[in-house]
Every structure is written in structure tokens, then in C-alpha cells.
């Protein structure tokens, strides 16, 4: 059990995977909210009938700082997430990112509705901020080589270790968690009916009413798909069994391959027919992409 | 890896687990954990019910335009905002509380165009409609215009070329009209 855990969580890895992922998670962020701008200083002006505060875990109410601190602070933000991509002070900058993120991630959802797509944001920087992200793929890196370079000394190699695969299958577990919670929720709210009934027919219908304000779904197809019910019924089950089998993606490769690619086009399946979409979500699948492989494979392939 | 990266680690892994373990088993939101209930219930209702708002424009007392909550209302968006309203409707407040939220939005709105974050025409009032299309299913989509359109909140100031006057045949006001 002991060896098994520790090849989970600690089996040698090059630095390469990580960094990628870091450069990757980090420039998928900084679009993301660069796009569209929380704009937390805003609900600062707004009155407290608007305020219905979140106890971040259950228990705790951090104070609503003035707009002119919420407009440093996102600016400040910006500039951890554009470091981290970078790989530039990336233990201070990703540390920022997380800070500052978990703090200003959380202020909107004080306001009228929780939103699910940005908790995943808090957990992937959270653990990127306590891992060694920095030590490929970063302009750290390569500063601390041309240093060396120019003093006559070889350039650092980093050794493969455990330090460059936990974070990859942390983040792992924490997109495991978000749809294996979202499994049981179904399970737990509708049982089996949420297969065996209309309901994702008439959700996928009942989304389109939203047209008449102005949002129609991305692609006109929950119409039709929701007047065909035994492929509503498909559908349905291949999402729950995805979602509550999702955790063993941790330990079965040949699970990964077929559940990964599933589980993505579920959530872009929601984003087309549904509307919301879970962009946050959706950029963590860079952590299950093999980079190093990919690197090497093209090299072959060039070769 | 040190030893104590390694409980580091480990630690990192129990936390994870046991935060979300924490929001399942408690079934309600510990942000950032969450049993993500969205869409886990059955909706077995064959009606939709949508709140709308639209803006009363400043040069005409009958007519509305459509508005882009996420453009002219920043920070907004139509879930959230939707929902905040929907919860004055609902709570002890009411009509009163609508009207009050909606003056603060008629702000929002008026601050964004006049520091040009939006070009909108200028509002001198706002109303909210619930609109509700009925026995909706498979067989019966028609996403066009709503079986009932039920005016439940509005907020309105006097038009800057003209006295304050309640203009005939416009739906029942409400609030601080």
C-alpha cells in the first residue's frame, strides 16, 4: 500500500511536464480574465441589500476591501499570473496567484449566485504555489543557466524527482473531486430517474428559452437531441458513470484514456448546449497531456 | 524529496480530500468546495420562468429598449444578477426592495454610459418582467414570445424634459414611481 502510494505521488519525473503545465495553466488563466475582467472594485460600490456574504469553507467571511485596494490587488493579480506563466520569481508569482486569486475569485459570489467554475482555479494555483513549477520551461531557468553559462560553469541539470509528479496528480484529484461530488449530487438528488426520465430532454429544451433574452446555446442541437429520448438517456448515463468513475483516473492508465477525453467533451458538450461554460475547468486538462512525450515523439518523428 | 516535502505533500493530499469529503457529506457549498448540485434535481416543471429587464429609454414614456447585463451593467452577469433580484422578489422587502435594487442598477447603468464604458441610450428608468412560457417538452418548443409577461418591478425617474407623469396605459407601477 506504502509503495503504491509513494509511486502515486512521488514516482520521478523530469521537470519538463510541470513547467509546461505551469506555462500553459497560467497563460489559459491570464486570457481567461483578461477577457472577461472580474471587475471586483465594482461590487464594492454597490449597497449592502446586494451583499450575501460565502463563509469561505463554511465558517469564515474575509472583509470586502474599497474599490481602490480591489483595483490593486486585480492589478497586482494580473501581474502574478503573467510572472507565473513566465516562470519569473515563479515561487513569489505563483504564490500571488493564489493569494490574490482565492481573495478576489471569492468576492463576486457574494453577490446574488455562486458560480462553480472558478473553484478549480483556487485549487490548481494552490498547489501550483507549493510545488517546484519553476525549474523548466521558465525564464528562471534559463536566467540561472546564462548566469552559469557566462561564469565558465555547465548548465544546471535538474534531475528527475517526485517534486515534478505530485503536482500533476494533485491537480489530478482535485478535477476528480469536482465531478466525482458532482456525480453523487445527481445520484444523491435524483437517483437513477436522472437517466431513466425526461430531465436532460427537457433541460436541453429548457435552455433554449434563454434565446428569447438574448443568450442562445452555442449550437442549435438541444432541440433535436432532446426529442430523441433514448439518446438522452445515453448521454445521461455516460456523464454520470464519467463522473463517479472519474477518480480512477489517479490509478489506471487505461482508465485516463478513455475517461480524460470523455469527461472533456462533456464539458463541451455543456458549453454548446447549455450555455455556461467552465473555461477554468476545461484549461485543467493540460495537466493530462504527456508533454515530455510529445516533445520526444517529435523529435523522432523530425528525426 | 525531503521528509518533510513529503509530509508537505501528503498533508496537501488529506486537505484536498478531506475538503471536498467536507462539502459531499454536508451537502452545502464550503467555498472553494462544493458538492456542484448543479443540475443534479429533476426539473419535472413543463413551464420556464425568466426574469427580463429592460430599460425605460429617457425621450419616450412607453417605449423599452432590450439591455446587455454583462455590457451596461459591470460586473454583473445575467445569472447573478437575475438571481439577486429574484431574491427581493421573494424576500421580506419585496416590491419595495425591487425597486430600491433596481434604482442602485439604473446607476450602474448611467455611471458606464456616461464614462463611455457602454453606449446605450440614456435611461431614466428600469423595469424587471417575469416571463413565463408554459407546457414546454419535447414536442412543444416555441421559444418565441412568452405565454405571460407580468410586469413586477420597476423603478423610474422623473424625464429630464418633463415633469414627473404617470402616462396612461402603461402596466401597473410599482415601487418608488
Known amino acids: ?303 | 524529496m525531503t521528509r518533510k516535502r513529503i509530509v508537505l505533500v501528503n498533508a496537501l493530499v488529506v486537505s484536498l480530500i478531506a475538503g471536498c469529503a467536507y462539502a459531499l457529506l454536508t451537502d452545502a457549498e464550503k467555498w472553494p468546495f462544493s458538492p456542484y448540485p448543479m443540475y443534479s434535481y429533476i426539473d419535472g416543471d413543463p413551464s420556464v420562468s425568466r426574469l427580463e429587464l429592460v430599460g425605460v429609454p429617457d425621450d419616450s414614456f412607453s417605449g423599452e429598449t432590450r439591455l446587455s447585463i454583462m455590457k451596461q451593467f459591470k460586473p454583473w452577469d445575467d445569472a447573478r444578477l437575475m438571481k439577486s433580484l429574484r431574491r427581493f422578489l421573494e424576500g421580506p422587502g419585496g416590491n419595495a426592495a425591487v425597486s430600491k435594487a433596481l434604482g442602485e442598477l439604473l446607476d450602474v447603468y448611467e455611471a458606464g454610459r456616461s464614462t463611455g464604458r457602454h453606449d446605450g441610450v440614456r435611461l431614466r428608468g428600469l423595469r424587471l418582467y417575469r416571463l413565463t412560457w408554459r407546457n414546454v417538452g419535447p414536442r412543444t418548443f416555441r421559444a418565441g414570445s412568452p405565454d405571460k409577461r407580468e410586469l413586477v418591478g420597476q423603478f423610474q425617474r422623473a424625464a429630464s424634459f418633463s415633469p414627473t407623469r404617470v402616462p396612461d396605459g402603461l402596466p401597473s407601477p410599482m415601487g418608488l414611481f
Open chain 1, 1 to 303: 500500500m506504502k509503495s503504491f502510494w509513494n509511486r502515486l505521488w512521488f514516482e520521478p519525473a523530469s521537470p519538463v511536464n510541470l513547467g509546461v503545465c505551469r506555462a500553459l495553466i497560467f497563460t489559459a488563466y491570464l486570457i481567461r480574465y483578461l477577457a472577461v475582467p472580474l471587475n471586483v472594485s465594482e461590487f464594492a460600490l454597490m449597497s449592502s441589500e446586494f451583499w450575501k456574504p460565502l463563509p469561505v469553507l463554511g465558517f469564515f467571511v474575509p472583509p470586502l476591501a474599497t474599490a481602490f485596494w480591489l483595483r490593486a490587488f486585480e492589478t497586482a493579480w494580473f501581474v502574478a499570473l503573467a510572472l507565473s506563466a513566465l516562470g519569473l520569481f515563479t515561487r513569489l508569482s505563483t504564490a500571488l496567484a493564489f493569494l490574490l486569486g482565492a481573495y478576489l475569485l471569492w468576492i463576486p459570489h457574494n453577490f446574488g449566485k455562486l458560480h462553480h467554475n472558478d473553484m478549480i482555479t483556487v485549487l490548481v494555483t494552490g498547489v501550483l504555489m507549493f510545488s517546484r513549477c519553476g525549474e523548466a520551461w521558465s525564464l528562471d531557468r534559463f536566467f540561472e543557466n546564462h548566469r552559469r553559462k557566462k561564469s565558465g560553469r555547465p548548465p544546471e541539470t535538474v534531475a528527475p524527482s517526485g517534486e515534478f509528479t505530485w503536482p500533476v496528480r494533485l491537480v489530478w484529484l482535485a478535477l476528480a473531486t469536482v465531478f466525482f461530488a458532482a456525480g453523487v449530487s445527481k445520484l444523491r438528488h435524483s437517483g437513477l430517474a436522472w437517466i431513466t426520465s425526461d430531465n436532460l430532454a427537457l433541460m436541453l429544451i429548457k435552455a433554449n428559452y434563454m434565446a428569447y433574452i438574448d443568450y442562445p446555446p452555442l449550437l442549435p442541437l438541444g432541440v433535436p437531441l432532446g426529442r430523441l429520448p433514448w439518446a438522452c438517456h445515453i448521454i445521461a448515463a455516460a456523464t454520470m458513470a464519467t463522473e463517479l468513475g472519474f477518480p480512477l483516473v489517479l490509478v489506471s492508465r487505461r482508465v485516463r484514456r478513455v475517461l480524460v477525453p470523455v469527461m472533456f467533451f462533456v464539458l463541451i458538450g455543456i458549453m454548446l448546449l447549455f450555455l455556461p461554460s467552465f473555461p477554468e475547468l476545461i484549461a485543467c486538462f493540460v495537466f493530462f497531456v504527456p508533454w515530455e512525450n510529445l516533445k520526444l515523439r517529435s523529435r523522432v518523428a523530425a528525426a
